[in-house]
């Protein structure tokens, strides 16, 4: 972890900051309402933290051949690069929060692993979202278990880092006032 701090700088977090923002704003505006325009309002497997086996068939039949495609593409190939950015930001942010608070090298280092374990959440429900896609209408009660575990287990994830990033800005500013 020693290793670490001497890329918990503001530029380097910048650096993944950029990419994190257009591939999120793209897949919020754009490639998201693409989908949404087939699946009749119903959400898509990303942002639907818990889904069962019917929501899974209901979903996929209600997108229909056009609608899954375009999950597939544009959606969830770009989703598949979406973690490379928001792991990295949010692990190189939130050091550099430890690290200005005077927290680096403390306890608190061991949540740095949680954008980490969530970004390879995100990585099994995109497969997962992909194989459930390709595979329809054959597919399986244990995939969409794994799926809806893995979308919650990302949706948590997500959560905890953005409070961890308030928790450290809150204790930076403290300590500076100290």
Same mark, same amino acid.
């Given at each position: =972890?020693?290793?670490?701090?001497?890329?918990?700088?503001?530029?380097?977090?910048?650096?993944?900051? %950029? $990419?994190?923002?257009?591939?999120?704003?793209? =897949?919020?505006?754009? !490639? =998201? $309402?693409?989908?949404?325009? %087939? !699946?009749?309002?119903? $959400?898509? %497997?990303?942002?639907? $933290?818990?889904?069962?086996?019917?929501y899974a068939i209901k979903l996929l039949e209600t997108l229909g051949t056009e609608g899954r495609l375009a999950y597939i593409f544009p959606q969830l190939i770009l989703d598949m690069f979406f973690p490379l950015a928001y792991v990295p930001f949010?692990?190189?942010? !939130?050091?550099?929060?430890?690290?200005?608070?005077?927290l680096y090298g403390t306890a608190f280092n061991y949540t740095l692993l949680i954008p980490v374990i969530t970004g390879l959440a995100d990585y099994g429900e995109n497969i997962s979202s992909i194989i459930l896609i390709n595979s329809f209408p054959d597919i399986s009660v244990p995939l969409v278990e794994f799926a809806s575990a893995c979308t919650i287990v990302k949706s948590i994830g997500l959560v905890l880092s953005i409070f961890m990033l308030m928790l450290y800005g809150v204790l930076m500013f403290c300590r500076k006032n100290d």
């Open positions: =972890m020693k290793r670490l701090n001497q890329y918990f700088t503001g530029k380097i977090v910048l650096l993944f900051f %950029f $990419p994190t923002l257009l591939i999120y704003v793209y =897949m919020l505006f754009i !490639s =998201m $309402p693409a989908i949404e325009a %087939f !699946s009749s309002g119903l $959400p898509i %497997f990303d942002l639907k $933290p818990g889904y069962d086996y019917a949010l692990v190189l942010l !939130s050091g550099l929060l430890l690290k200005k608070s005077k």
